[in-house]
């Protein structure tokens, strides 16, 4: 038992990998307290229930993540990431104040929301690429995967705490404590940051020269690998992941529940998450048939919470569903991380970011639209076809092409991405 635990939590007796976890982590639970915030603030407060104004604003939010790629990706190639990130965190903290006092004032309006929430999307942009590749420079080589898996660790444990947290706040004091807790919060990455050992570290060489976005578009042409799973991940997060939209909508409309039960099914899908995190922690090379199989699990949860018959029943399947989604997710991220060349790592991360967190907008613009023409019970059903649809195609592709014989030979440590 001893040792399975020394083998999940392995990257943290790395001084700086341990440093920055911990930093994250708070920053993290912070950032889900404002998430549960924000959505209340636009879908109570300051519209009427509105679906499409809650997709709206995850759409402003989140959509500067494939339009900025081409220059996200070359700056965390270019410039040191740990600076880099300094600037990023040092933005969104302003932001994310100023959202905080406007909302205080009781003046806020619903395009300064919008505004503001764009201004903190430009900066998560770029603090993406380098955050996801910073662990690659802080951990040997052979613990790549399980601090990728404990970054994911970290994120769902803010996830599991931030909108209980969070629905509490609301109800006991205002929406504009939570944002001005999550403010608080940019402080203790912005601090783990400042305390890294820079001698510790081990950069890639910077990237110079111009043509940085082609060159990672070359690269990805002569990885069918990664080709498979940057299209896999479009669909799921596009249809299936839009828990901030699809919960909400859930909660307020269809089980009339308030704040803090809101809050509560973002900490019960947490729960899930996390495990799948800690569970892909303990794996040393990511495996295509763990993609698949968790793919048609989550289709098969998302089915389940669309014919939900009551709030409970709905709040329990969100655990599976969450372990399902982490263990996608983990499998996608660590298998373009572990396999990359270093000298592309940002670049190609750029992209897996761009498809990842881009659909995830035009996805909730989507389910949005139709939650407020059909319902969002017909939404559900919908996204669980797609990635059920996804799951299949992408098993056929597998069985007609041998993935594993088109890596390239010269690709830095390929994990094998087999069907076992």
């Known amino acids: 038992m001893a040792r399975t635990a020394r083998a999940t939590f392995a990257s943290l007796r790395v001084p700086n990998y341990r440093r920055y976890f911990l930093g994250a982590l708070v920053s993290n639970i912070g950032t889900w307290v404002s998430r549960v915030a924000q959505d209340w603030l636009v879908l109570v407060i300051l519209t009427r229930n509105s679906a499409f104004a809650l997709g709206f604003i995850t759409t402003v939010q989140f959509i500067w993540m494939p339009l900025l790629s081409p220059w996200t990706g070359m700056v ?7 600076r880099v990130l300094l600037v990023t965190q040092s933005a969104m ?15 806020i309006t619903l395009w300064e929301v919008y505004a ?3 201004a903190q999307g430009i900066a998560a942009a770029f603090d993406g690429p380098a955050r996801m590749t910073l662990a690659s420079e802080m951990v040997p080589a052979d613990l790549i995967m399980n601090a990728v898996s404990l970054n994911s660790a970290s994120f769902n444990a803010g996830r599991l705490v931030g909108p209980a947290l969070g629905g509490i706040i609301i109800a006991k004091w205002s929406v504009g404590v939570g944002m001005l807790v999550n403010s608080a919060s940019f402080l203790a990455v912005l601090v783990a ?4 050992n820079v001698s510790e570290m081990h950069p890639s060489p910077p990237r110079r020269g111009g043509g940085a976005l082609k060159e990672a578009v070359v690269y990805l042409k002569s990885r069918p690998d990664l080709q498979l799973i940057m299209a896999t991940i479009f669909c799921l997060t596009m249809f299936a992941m839009n828990f901030q939209v699809t919960n909400a909508l859930m909660a307020t409309t269809v089980f009339h529940k308030g704040a803090t039960e809101y809050g509560l099914l973002g900490s019960m899908l947490a729960i899930g998450s996390l495990t799948g995190a800690l569970l892909n922690a303990r794996r040393t090379t990511p495996k295509l048939r763990t993609l698949l199989l968790a793919m048609t699990s989550v289709a ?3 089915l389940l919470m669309a014919v939900s018959p009551s709030f409970w029943f709905f709040a329990l ?16 991220n660590s298998t373009v991380q572990v396999t990359s060349d270093p000298m592309m790592r940002g670049r190609v991360m750029a992209l897996y970011m761009a498809i990842n967190q881009g659909s995830a907008p035009i996805g909730a613009m989507i389910i949005g639209l139709m939650a407020d023409h059909v319902g969002v019970r017909w939404a559900l059903a919908l996204a669980s076809a ?5 799951a299949l195609a992408s098993s056929l592709v597998v069985r007609r092409r041998n993935v594993e014989t088109l890596l390239p030979r010269d690709a830095m440590q390929p994990a094998k991405l087999d069907e076992e």
């Open 300 to 302: 098969a949860c998302t």
């Open 93 to 107: 903290l302003l932001t994310s104040l100023a959202l905080a006092l406007l909302t205080m004032s009781g003046r």
């Open 116 to 118: 503001l929430a764009g």
């Open 76 to 82: 965390a190639d270019r410039f040191p990431k740990r």
């Open 386 to 390: 797609v990635v059920l649809l996804a």
């Open 193 to 196: 940051l400042i305390s890294l």
């Open 317 to 332: 399947v969100l655990i599976p569903s969450g372990l399902a989604s982490m263990t996608a997710l983990t499998t996608t």
